[in-house]
């Protein structure tokens, strides 16, 4: 692959971390590591379902942030009110001011900068927030910011075709030596593969593929040393 475009959140770091540090500091209650992961998920649930109404008008963006851990807590009966989910979601991206890089990306994108692939991002989200994630994980170093996408200023957000058509006749890309890698089956390997672009999918939280997916990923991996040795495995 000549172009390698990667997804930031929970592809390129771990976004439970800042979630359960979050979880921690505004919740009394003594929550196991694993209620917590389970509070995550559902979280990441509505929060795919509310951006993609915040995408389209139909909702806020506050009402998209709020919404999400509001949705979340009363799947698991965890009493919430809109000022609480308010404070969550105010410290909650104040811990992402603290993420890093998993250590085997960070490894993986020194050699590919090195063997000289073109590295991208592409990322959904608000544009203010997603470049100061994209600043703190130091991306800048490999990644140039002619090569760096989010949604929320391109006006246009994955799984939608246009977003990967956009980025294609920006940079001028060869489809066949391009690939997209991505933790979320629908926004990233789907809008990757409909648009013809390669795609890896960073599956470590080991999800199960759609049934009667229409589309397959052309690799799967489940952890960020997956990721590094399918680059660096040449044999």
């Excluded at 997804?7 to 590591?33: C, G, I, M, N």
């Excluded at 009363?74 to 609480?84: A, Y």
């Excluded at 409909?194 to 009667?212: F, L, T, V």
Aim: net charge negative.
């Amino acid at each position: 692959m000549d172009t390698i475009i990667f997804d930031v959140d929970d592809t390129l770091y771990d976004q439970a971390q800042s979630f359960h540090k979050t979880v921690r500091k505004l919740f009394q209650e003594p929550f196991s590591d694993e209620e917590i992961d389970q509070l995550y998920k559902a979280s990441r649930k509505h929060s795919e379902i509310l951006f993609d109404q915040s995408e389209a008008g139909d909702i806020t963006q506050f009402e998209w942030q709020t919404g999400r851990i509001i949705a979340a807590c009363n799947d698991l009966n965890i009493p919430i009110d809109i000022e609480k989910a308010t404070i969550f979601h105010e410290t909650y991206v104040t811990e992402q001011n603290n993420i890093t890089l998993f250590p085997e990306v960070e490894q993986l994108l020194h050699i590919l900068y090195k063997e000289e692939k073109r590295l991208g991002i592409l990322t959904n989200g608000e544009e203010k927030h997603q470049a100061m994630k994209i600043k703190q994980l130091g991306l800048s170093r490999w990644i140039p910011e002619e090569m760096t996408f989010i949604s929320g200023t391109i006006g246009h957000a994955k799984p939608k075709r246009e977003v990967f058509d956009y980025i294609e006749q920006k940079l001028d890309l060869d489809q066949a030596k391009t690939v997209y890698i991505g933790d979320n089956f629908e926004k990233d390997i789907i809008g990757a593969k409909q648009a013809g672009w390669q795609a890896i999918w960073m599956n470590h939280r080991k999800k199960a593929i759609p049934e009667h997916a229409t589309y397959k990923p052309d690799k799967e991996v489940h952890s960020a040393q997956d990721l590094l040795e399918l680059f660096t495995n040449k044999a």
